[in-house]
């Protein structure tokens, strides 16, 4: 049983557009989410997170979007550069001290085209 | 400060042998998480330690798969009698804290195959 989800395994984006990289989740007791890049034998590093209280968070070129009704959460990349190139996971964890266990999505491999 | 730090990074065992898998924490995270990937697939939660203390082993399989974090040295993760399907990316995480919140970080993961 999937419970984080990321149709899309891989997106290829011209360098300078967007990139948005998109999942769905079908636990409702999940209020934390979080996105990871994962570069070729190296471990997933942390990028960006989102409280279930908040539908936007921003940092630099990076901003989440939470819609809670619809059990979807989004990674807007902008502008894309080449060290953007990577795969995306998004995670997610149920309660304040439930966020040790994070659960995962497949990943989406993101390329820019330079 | 040196980063969550793994060995070995590739580990090739035969049917039936142990695989024992090493995790430094960062400095000063007393907190440490056990993940694992198969291929093709996310990451999957396995344990979660604090100093000398099991707080959740809710996805650790039932057999072969123990792991520790002793007051002194690295979390361990060992592997009992492996088999083919043990074959996979192991990555350890730690924290200062608990939760895998913003001030945790992943190791670059070890290496697993079983022939």
């Known amino acids: 049983d999937q419970q984080v989800k990321q149709n899309s395994p891989s997106l290829s984006v011209q360098e300078g557009r967007i990139s948005i990289l998109n999942c769905d989740y079908t636990?409702?007791?999940?209020?934390?989410f979080l996105w990871y890049k994962k570069y070729p034998a190296e471990g997933p590093t942390f990028l960006i997170s989102i409280s279930s209280i908040k539908d936007k968070n921003e940092d630099g070129r990076f901003t989440v979007f939470l819609n809670k009704s619809a059990k979807h959460l989004s990674l807007h990349i902008v502008p894309s550069q080449p060290g953007d190139s990577a795969v995306y996971f998004c995670a997610a964890s149920a309660g304040y001290f439930g966020n040790e266990k994070l659960t995962f999505g497949t990943g989406t491999r993101l390329t820019i085209i330079p | 400060n040196a980063g969550v730090m793994q060995n070995p990074r590739h580990l090739v065992r035969r049917r039936g042998q142990e695989a024992r898998l090493r995790c430094s924490p960062m400095?000063?995270?007393?907190?440490v998480y056990w993940y694992r990937q198969l291929p093709e697939e996310g990451l999957k939660f396995m344990v979660y330690l604090q100093k000398e203390n099991i707080i959740d082993e809710s996805g650790m399989p039932k057999e072969r798969f123990s792991a520790e974090f002793p007051k002194e040295g690295p979390s361990i993760l060992r592997i009992q009698q492996v088999v083919r399907g043990d074959s996979a990316a192991y990555f350890c995480a730690s924290s200062p804290s608990r939760g895998m919140n913003t001030e945790a970080f992943f190791g670059q993961g070890t290496r697993l195959t079983v022939v």
């Open positions: 636990n409702s007791m999940f209020d934390y």
């Open positions: 400095k000063g995270h007393s907190h």
